[in-house]
């Protein structure tokens, strides 16, 4: 049990970079980016490709760079040729398919098992100390830590300012001499960065690379967000983008229940769903309640007057 918690913890830390990526395009920007799974793929294989070629830092400045491709790509088509952000993201996640392909040479797989990477590097930093087990939670740890201050940072600067308008009222952003495309563009390639990087790390953590690493990935950051939203959706960014943390690790701990029940593989695209439901629909239950409350309290009331007559 104790691996098992280990290893959600080691996946909750990694895809809550994408969780943050969703944070920033879909919280701040308005922006539901569908081409999630293929761009988590995209920086998987690249920085695979990098690594593979010896050189384990670099990989990761790659993959980032192929993430702000991908969301440039998209961006442009929703902004300079009018596109639909829903079927941006879906052309460019279709056609990401036929380019990991290319960037993996053709293969569905590559193997990463006498690859240095990241993580060994780290974990030979880290041997004889108390942390040298847990050197992929560090690692990851550290990436989300410096992730989420750079968020709170660049969000507080003109331009991530100017973000944060363009997802509220792009109109009150354009009468204010902003262009909301630029807004647009910037927002899109940085969420995308960092969604390659959190494919990347996964990687290079699991020593391999499949062409499906990253479906469903979509799914999962959404839910995981959404979870974050319910433990806090108001105060500063840092507090917000940590709850987007907590909510990936949460995501992650039901996926290990689900495991230690000896739950088949194949069902755990339904769970995935099953959370996403749930996060979705209770904050609005949530707020039913009072009403309902009130109703059944009438009701009840109306009941015990018929019987006293």
Do not use: W
């Amino acid at each position: 049990m104790a691996s098992i918690l280990q290893t959600a913890l080691e996946l909750g830390l990694i895809t809550s970079l994408t969780v943050l990526a969703l944070f920033l395009s879909y919280s701040m920007l308005n922006v539901c980016d569908l081409s999630t799974d293929g761009c988590f793929t995209l920086g998987a294989a690249v920085g695979a490709v990098v690594a593979i070629a010896g050189h384990p830092y670099l990989s990761v400045l790659a993959a980032m760079c192929a993430g702000v491709m991908s969301g440039l790509v998209t961006a442009l088509l929703q902004t300079r040729l009018g596109v639909d952000s829903l079927l941006a993201g879906i052309i460019v996640n279709t056609g990401l398919y036929s380019v990991n392909i290319a960037v993996m040479g053709g293969s569905s797989l590559l193997n990463m098992n006498k690859t240095e990477t990241v993580f060994t590097r780290l974990r030979g930093a880290l041997d004889g100390t108390v942390l040298a087990g847990a050197y992929k939670s560090v690692a990851a740890l550290l990436a989300v830590a410096l992730v989420i201050v750079f968020l709170a940072l660049f969000l507080r600067t003109r331009l991530g300012l100017a973000i944060r308008a363009t997802g509220n009222n792009p109109d009150m952003v354009r009468s204010s001499s902003i262009d909301p495309a630029f807004t647009t563009i910037v927002g899109l390639c940085v969420a995308n960065a960092f969604t390659a990087l959190s494919g990347c790390l996964l990687a290079q953590a699991q020593k391999s690379v499949s062409i499906d690493l990253g479906s469903g990935m979509v799914t999962i950051a959404l839910a995981s967000l959404l979870i974050g939203r319910g433990i806090s959706d108001r105060g500063s960014i840092p507090l917000r983008a940590v709850c987007a943390v907590l909510g990936a690790l949460i995501f992650r701990f039901v996926y290990a229940v689900a495991l230690r029940f000896n739950m088949p593989a194949f069902m755990l695209k339904l769970v995935s769903s099953v959370i996403v439901i749930v996060a979705i629909s209770g904050p609005y239950l949530k707020s039913r309640c009072p009403e309902l409350h009130r109703r059944l309290t009438h009701e009840r009331a109306l009941a015990q007057g018929k019987e006293a007559r």
